[in-house]
């Protein structure tokens, strides 16, 4: 579901491909620095998600644990 949302959807290309925009629904155009679009590896490679899932795994782990 991610890469089909990454490539038809949002247009972004997938981790590990040259993360060059494709046609999708929407036309983005990741600029900035690699920290933050995650370079040639997409956005699945930034750090903002990294933090997004982290908290994610975190909330989950505090509501399986209760």
Same mark, same amino acid.
Do not use: C, H
């Given at each position: ?5 990454n490539? =038809?959807?949002? !247009? &972004?290309?997938?981790?590990?491909? *040259?993360?060059?925009s ?7 155009? $990741? ?7 995650? =370079?040639?590896? !997409? &956005?699945?490679?930034?750090?903002? *998600?990294?933090?997004?899932?982290l ?5 989950? $782990? ?5």
């Amino acid at each position: 579901m991610w890469d089909s949302a990454n490539d =038809g959807i949002f !247009g &972004i290309g997938v981790a590990g491909e *040259t993360g060059e925009s494709i046609k999708g629904l929407l036309q983005p155009s $990741l600029k900035g620095p690699e920290l933050t679009t995650g =370079g040639a590896l !997409g &956005i699945e490679a930034s750090v903002l *998600t990294l933090v997004v899932v982290l908290v994610a795994g975190i909330l989950l $782990l505090r509501l399986a644990y209760q």
